[in-house]
């Protein structure tokens, strides 16, 4: 009973401390005026409050800023320099499911006892000291002074931080002097932050270079490239290329991370850790960028792990014939190799080719088991589903891989809210009109796809209620259910009623559809 009731209190206390960190969450956070540098300036009165400028400046720091791959990059930058035998901390955006996976140490996520600790310690002394002219930090900025304050507590000998959006201005820019710093692959996202050419991109995210500190970046389009090379050359920095990984220079394993574009980033966080141990002085790895790799970076390639990011899933009631294939890919370039990522591994687990697919044509028992691809996609509403659909379904058929159909959803979980690994409750009167948009995007698409002139008008529309009351409106290639859960009820009912059939579904568009995904199929 004592043991049940303090373990209740355990959840409470961890609950209410999502519920102070939500309370962070304001409109203008998200919306987009703190990316600006809007009063910038604060974070610096909140390191003097939280004593930690001293404390950043001895942290040995790998930042990365980027479009995309940042997250990657990262992740393996801390997976190399752990199996070096380095004590690692890594700071990266945003969490699936719980947000102490923003916190890793040694490559585990900070356990709770250590996350209430540092946090209530943060929280505290910041909500005693701020006032109406240095208010309570925004919630990423909160999240980013925790990290320092977890790292340098920590006494981390690596700090590997993500920067959360473009740079110049991005909280985790405080830092001075870090050791090097890697720009990722750059490409259109943010743009009502960052600006809308390459150019202006490219200018945000080259603000996190610092005076002769030495930089990296991936092969960018010219534009981009430009950009960063005049923002170097003025700090006096020589910005050097870091080609793609070898894949021959991994001894016949393969990297961790799926997907073509992971050579990309494996490349810079080989780039970026051999020039952290050289600069720190650690020549113990010798490493000359085009010699064998050592074998603790090898290690560290092939093993490092990062949720949500092409990640492959069997379904736990279902395992033989639903799986899930899930990459939080939300932009148009990386839609792209999210779709390249699921198009080769599909064909690869594949027997036939799914072409025209008609599961009722193969029921031939004894066979191979044959397979169906199905999309189940959400995004976000700042997002443009005309530059991210087309390119996802013309990408995959590129490469002989087509949807039989695609299921459209309201994401569970809600940006103003932390969520714990609970589930948010859902409702069954929730606003569909963003997902009926997907939908006649989708529609149209497949039919001017298919050469007929698009109409929703001659499209047989159907609309029931599931067993569990959820609306599910349903064209011929897709449907929208007004809950996640309803949608895995369904692909699981497929699933259980066609045996023969291998169902691959394909989980993008939204990180936070993605990590309510995870949370619905790993219970
Ligand atoms: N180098 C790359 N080029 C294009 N797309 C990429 C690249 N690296 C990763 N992606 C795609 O972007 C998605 C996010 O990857 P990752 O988390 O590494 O990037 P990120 O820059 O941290 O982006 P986010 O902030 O959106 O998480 C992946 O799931 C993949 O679809």
């Known amino acids: 009973m004592a043991e049940g009731g303090s373990m209740e209190s355990a959840a409470g206390r961890y609950q209410s401390t999502l519920d102070a960190l939500s309370s962070l969450i304001t409109k203008k956070s998200r919306a987009d005026k703190s990316n600006k540098g809007d009063r910038y300036d604060l974070l610096f009165d909140y390191l003097k409050i939280l004593e930690l400028d001293e404390a950043i400046s001895q942290l040995k720091i790998i930042h990365v800023a980027g479009t995309k791959g ?3 990059t990262c992740t393996f930058a801390e997976s190399i320099l ?67 304050k977890i790292f340098a507590a920590e006494q981390v000998d690596v700090a590997i931080l993500e920067v959360g959006l473009g740079g110049r201005f991005d909280a985790t820019n405080v830092v001075k002097k870090p050791i090097v710093c890697g720009i990722s692959s750059l490409g259109y996202d943010h743009m ?37 090379e005049e923002k170097a050359s003025k700090l006096n920095i ?51 960028q085009t010699g064998p790799l050592p074998e603790p970076f090898i290690k560290g390639l092939t093993t490092a792990s990062l949720q949500g990011r092409a990640q492959i899933v069997p379904d736990i009631e279902s395992p033989g014939n639903l799986v899930f294939y899930l990459d939080g890919a939300h932009s148009p370039e990386s839609m792209e190799a999210c779709a390249r990522w699921f198009s080769l591994c599909t064909r690869d687990d594949n027997h036939l080719s799914n072409l025209n697919y008609q599961p009722q044509q193969h029921m031939d028992e004894g066979s191979k088991k044959d397979t169906a691809q199905i999309l189940l996609f959400n995004c976000m509403s700042v997002r443009d589903p005309q530059l991210l659909l087309p390119r996802l379904m013309r990408t995959c058929a590129s490469h002989g891989v087509c949807f039989q159909k695609a299921l459209f959803v309201p994401n569970i979980s809600v940006y103003h809210k932390v969520g714990s690994q609970a589930l948010p409750t859902v409702d069954p009167q929730v606003d569909l009109s963003w997902q009926f948009g997907l939908q006649r995007a989708w529609e149209s698409l497949m039919q001017s796809d298919k050469g007929v002139k698009p109409s929703n008008t001659d499209q047989a529309c159907e609309e029931v209620k599931d067993d569990t009351g959820m609306r599910v409106t349903s064209f011929k290639n897709s449907s929208v259910f007004s809950s996640l859960p ?15 059939v291998c169902f691959q579904v394909l989980v993008t568009g939204s990180l936070h559809l993605i990590g309510d995904v995870l949370r619905l199929i790993k219970k």
């Open 192 to 228: 009502e932050i960052l600006g809308n050419t390459l150019g202006e991109i490219a200018g945000e995210k080259a603000g996190i270079f610092k005076h002769e500190i030495p930089a990296f970046t991936v092969p960018q389009p010219d534009e981009a490239m430009h950009v960063l």
């Open 238 to 288: 020589n910005l050097q290329v870091a080609h793609p990984l070898d894949a021959n220079l991994l001894n016949g394993l393969k990297l961790a991370l799926e997907g073509e574009h992971q050579y990309l980033n494996a490349g810079l966080a080989v780039a970026l850790c051999s020039t952290w141990l050289q600069r720190t002085g650690h020549p113990i790895i010798n490493f000359n």
């Open 82 to 148: 752990r199996n070096c035998g380095f004590r690692t901390g890594l700071f990266t955006s945003p969490h699936l499911i719980d947000v102490r996976e923003r916190f890793r140490l040694d490559g585990l996520e900070i356990s709770e006892e250590k996350f209430l600790e540092y946090f209530w310690w943060c929280y505290d002394r910041l909500k005693e000291k701020t006032n109406d002219d240095v208010p309570m930090p925004t919630y990423f900025r909160f999240l980013a002074l925790l990290a320092f």
């Open 486 to 500: 309803s949608a895995i009820k369904w692909l699981r009912d497929t699933a259980q009623k066609d045996r023969f």
């Open 70 to 72: 940042k997250g990657s």
